[in-house]
């Protein structure tokens, strides 16, 4: 199962979130079809999924993103997470 509870994610320099206030569930074995006109946020939220943010592309994550009920890989502790680009060093804060 797929989990997203409040999600938003901000990029670095954007003027405000690229997604916010996401929640879902997708359970196991379910099939989702993701669409929507271009720059309203799906690869974030595919990226969100997947690892890649904000761990690849830098930015801020906050809520909380579960996968077959384990926390996202790069999920913080407490309710935000900000990572360097690439991967790079970055630094947690809560909100």
Request: net charge positive.
């Amino acid at each position: 199962m797929i989990r997203f509870e409040d999600v938003s994610v901000t990029y670095d320099g954007a003027a405000g979130p690229i997604v916010t206030g996401v929640d879902f569930e997708v359970p196991e074995g379910e099939l989702v079809l993701l669409a929507g006109p271009s720059g309203v946020g799906k690869s974030t939220v595919l990226g969100a999924v997947s690892g890649l943010v904000p761990h690849f592309t830098g930015g801020t994550l906050r809520g909380r993103v579960t996968v077959a009920g384990r926390d996202h890989p790069y999920a913080p502790a407490a309710s935000s997470r900000r990572r360097g680009r690439h991967g790079g060093p970055g630094r947690s804060r809560t909100s």
